[in-house]
């Protein structure tokens, strides 16, 4: 038993339990009100009547709090039912839904006294002020939109859909890019967003106002593109791993509006129709919105692709295809992470290079780990986290059968260039060429990589320590110093062997770690450190069949190289198995020698045939 202290949000147990009470009782009104129109038992309408007059008594009494308690004077959020205004929405859209359900059997006394005791004074509170995050904002348009559709409120309804700068007209045109991904760019709130969109969209419609649905089409189409086979999304910035299969009553109501048979392998599930309820939704959207016949399936194919702020290769088909995400993300707010050129890698429906997402916000580890750059599978100078910046694609493309990508940031560190160049060699093996270009040069560049399972290899060494960026957090630290040709494996709980092998020109510092993040299972951390001249290059490969592979990295820029172009590499690869390549990388695609000037050019020395 815990003793609870309702003065600080964190040791409010009884607060929590209480709101979670608040939650199950909204809910409760969508589910009479939905009982009495569908059988037109009076019974059910009665119970959400007591329901809601209970509220209509309770809520002029209740105190307004907030999570500080009234003592950070920058906490602007402040709820009744909730202690944020968020939660206070998303409680209120279900109580003006389940009241909608039921008004025409209500008195003009009992309408009136939800309208002037409970319904107004709560879309008052949750209006203002405007909440930071564009999801919250949604969530509070949109509950503020269904009072104004209920009690035929004008001005309500015009704020929430008209506002200038924050309504739903607002939101779709500015916040939902050209490709459909939510600006937030984190995945779990593209399609939280989603919700709330719709939800004020849908209702809107209903009542006879109109509203361009079009848009929400993106914002559910962008991320098909992405899923594996399995239909999950890797959880990029503030986000869990999206399960899309778990989403289908968006896509229920997606194809109601749209009917894209696209959906049908999301909606044919042998639990469609029976979406539970979750916290202070009301999901089963295949009863509101369902179609009785669905397309059958047709196969989905997945390929590389690439978005202005993310790219994905694609390798294989089916449940063994190959996925690799590089993010290039801008900085959107609080919910992004500082990880310009990370990236995560999947096979079939098994992670092997983890994104940390994240945990709880809560957790002090959200901030010192979960969103630090050491967390996640990319560059890092000094042990220093990189700064909120920018980067771009350079190349997107395919040559010799191999599908590539290559980024690169000027301001994740002052005076640096860092460049990345991923290629998936084969279903099984992705190369990583890193470049760095600074002045003046710094100490170290490290290159962090976080795969599941743990370390079957041990290297020689010491512990090790830092107190900067994330690394505190690290569990079970060690480094081995002036290493070569360095080699590291894990299991994954299916039993798959990975294997990760890193070019031998420079000696390097190897710290290995059990990575502290719990919401992926078991990780494990390393992170490759060398000392760092005015250029600098590493290459290395992921084998997903447990090859180990050695590289070569030979310099061969030609002398007319523009001073502040990367040098021009040639990668050496060779596996275990016997397998070559000789990979070009030419980052900013200088002319060469033999007048060829793209970006990556491959040759399979295995079959001796050349595709530039």
């Known amino acids: 038993m815990f003793r609870g202290t309702p003065t600080v949000a964190a040791r409010d147990y009884d607060g929590v339990i209480i709101g979670t009470v608040h939650d199950i009782w909204a809910v409760g009104v969508v589910q009479l009100g939905l009982a009495y129109q569908l059988s037109q038992d009076e019974r059910y309408a009665l119970k959400a009547r007591q329901i809601l007059l209970a509220y209509a008594e309770l809520y002029p009494r209740l105190p307004l709090v907030n999570k500080s308690r009234g003592r950070d004077p920058k906490d602007v959020s402040f709820g009744k039912i909730h202690d944020e205004t968020l939660y206070d929405a998303l409680w209120l859209i279900d109580m003006a839904q389940g009241a ?21 004074p709560a879309a008052h509170q949750v ?10 904002v949604c969530w509070e348009k949109a509950a503020v939109g269904m009072v104004g559709l209920l009690l035929h409120d004008q001005p309500l309804v015009t704020q929430a859909l008209a506002d200038s700068a924050h309504g739903y007209a607002y939101q779709v045109r500015h916040n939902i890019t050209a490709e459909g991904f939510w600006a937030e760019r984190a995945t779990g709130y593209q399609f939280y967003t989603a919700q709330a969109l719709i939800t004020l969209g849908q209702d809107a419609t209903n009542a006879g106002v109109a509203v361009d649905l ?17 239909f999950v999304i890797p959880g990029f910035n503030n986000s869990h791993p999206a399960h899309v299969l778990e989403l289908e009553y968006l896509y229920e109501w997606a194809y109601a509006q749209f009917h894209d048979p696209a959906y049908a392998a999301i909606m044919r599930r042998p639990t469609r129709g029976h979406t539970p309820s979750r916290g202070p939704f009301f999901l089963d959207w295949a009863l509101l919105y369902g179609e009785p016949a669905i397309p059958p399936m047709t196969p989905r194919p997945i390929r590389s692709v690439n978005f202005p702020v993310l790219g994905l290769l694609a390798k294989g088909s089916g449940r063994s295809n190959t996925l690799l995400y590089l993010k290039y993300t ?38 010192r780990w979960y969103k630090s750059t ?9 042990e220093a986290p990189q700064q909120n910046s920018t980067a771009r694609c350079l190349a997107f493309g395919k040559t010799a059968g191999v599908d590539y990508l290559t980024m690169d940031t000027r301001t994740a560190y002052d005076s640096v260039r860092l460049i990345r160049t991923a290629a998936l060699l084969s279903e099984n093996l992705v190369l990583l060429v890193d470049q760095a270009q600074m002045q003046p040069p710094r100490k170290r560049l490290a290159i962090a990589y976080h795969q599941a399972g743990h370390w079957l290899d ?58 502290p993040a719990v919401t992926n299972g078991e990780v494990s951390s390393v992170f490759f450190q060398r000392p760092v001249a005015p250029a600098m290059a590493a290459a290395w490969c992921i084998a997903l069949d447990g090859q180990r592979v050695d590289l070569e990295v030979e310099d061969v820029s030609p002398p007319q190289r523009a001073p502040r172009a990367a040098p ?45």
């Not at 209006?127 to 919250?136: F, K, S, T, Y």
């Not at 050491?374 to 000094?382: G, Q």
């Open 458 to 515: 041990s290297l020689p060494g010491e512990p090790w320590a830092s107190r900067r960026g994330g690394f505190p957090y690290l569990r079970h630290p060690r480094v081995a110093h002036q290493q070569r040709a360095v080699s590291l494996a894990s299991r994954l709980p299916s039993g798959r062997l990975v294997r990760v092998s890193l070019d031998d020109s420079t000696p390097t510092d190897v710290i290995t770690a059990s990575d």
């Open 214 to 230: 079009a848009p929400l089409k993106k914002l559910l189409d962008a991320p098909l593109q992405l899923v594996n086979a399995e």
């Open 100 to 120: 909608d359900l039921i008004w025409p059997r209500l008195s003009q006394q009992d309408r009136r006294r939800l309208q002037t005791r409970l319904f107004l």
């Open 374 to 382: 050491a967390a996640h599978n990319t560059l890092l100078l000094d």
């Open 568 to 612: 021009v590499l040639r990668i050496k690869v060779h596996t275990a198995q016997g397998q070559r390549w000789e990979v070009m990388v030419n980052a900013d695609q200088q002319p060469t020698s033999s007048g060829n000037s793209s970006p990556l050019q491959v040759q399979a020395l295995t079959d001796s045939k050349t595709t530039n």
């Open 127 to 136: 209006a203002q002020p405007v909440q930071p995050g564009l999801n919250i």
């Open 330 to 367: 801008p900085v959107a707010g609080g919910h992004s992470h500082q990880e310009q050129l990370s990236f995560v890698l999947v096979k079939g429906g098994e992670m092997i290079a983890v994104d940390p997402g994240v945990n709880t916000y809560a957790d002090p580890a959200h901030l």
